[in-house]
């Protein structure tokens, strides 16, 4: 089943042709990192008006790229939520002009669930029942995945998004756009045990996390150091700041291997691509005899390929819409409008 899948949620807009929810036949991408940097992040209004200009285009790209025509397209896929409302749109449009046109199915993905299905590419072994540690930039959850489309949340970031924190703290260091892999790169030479940051325990339930406490206790460190003149060892905050958002989230998912029994754990969205995130839950993997399946980092940030992956498992499961179907700038990975 060859699925024409449309990403367009924030400043990436992609096309894809998936087959069977696990071969990418083509994953075309136009970015928009270079545009938003001079603004230091995404600036909605510009990024929906730059999808508009370049979803068209990428989607003859990928036929072409594939010697595919129109009629092999079994399917449309589309993000619908969550996402820049504008920006979604753009993406739910054209999706359904093209399902229209083609007369195909239409199949709507929730962009997190595509996170997910990025691991189903890299790892054509990968089946539910496993749990899932989600880090992007706007959502951070622990989810247990008992199928291809049904999922459990254990618990979830009550404030802040890991993502979000890493682009803000970047930002107010003067790095540039996008902040979490400048961050990144910095914490390589750092010492992370210079400055003391907090580790959340929010609420009754021991899976939920906070990230708006340590967000502001950087940014009060960052301040501090202006005002009273003192020079800050920026690799060593950034290896600081990057220990505290690991040891709240590695913590967490042992427990959700030790209590669900699940020995397979997946990691999705872009923070995904995070170097200590990524060393410290192989660690914590190893010491419990649990296998860690991390996307590569091409799939880590927004592109089409996650889309149409998931986007077979949803098909057959029977989640097709049709020509009412509407964008939403917040949704639960569960379907419910939050």
Known sequence: MNILAVESSCDETAVAIVRDGREVLCDCIASQVELHRIYGGVVPEIASRKHIEAIYGLADQALARTGLTRDDIDAVAVTYAPGLIGAVLVGVNFAKAAALALNKPLIPVHHIRGHIGANYIAYPELKPPFLCLVVSGGHTMIVEVTDYTKMRILGTTLDDAAGECFDKVARVLDMPYPGGAALDKA???????????????????????????????????IHH??????????????ASFSAAVSDTLIPRVVRAIEETGLKNIAVAGGVAANSRI????????????ATVYMPPLSLCGDNAAMIGAQAYYEFLAGNVAGMELNAYATKSILGETI
């Open 278 to 289: 990524r060393r410290d839950i192989l660690a914590a993997a190893e010491k419990m005899g």
């Open 187 to 221: 914490a390589q030479t750092g010492d992370d045990t210079k400055y003391v940051l907090p580790r959340s325990k929010p609420g009754a339930n021991p899976y939920d996390m906070s990230f708006s406490g340590l967000k502001t206790a950087a940014l009060n460190l």
């Open 225 to 238: 150091a202006e005002q009273v003149g003192e020079e800050l060892d920026i690799p060593s905050l950034c």
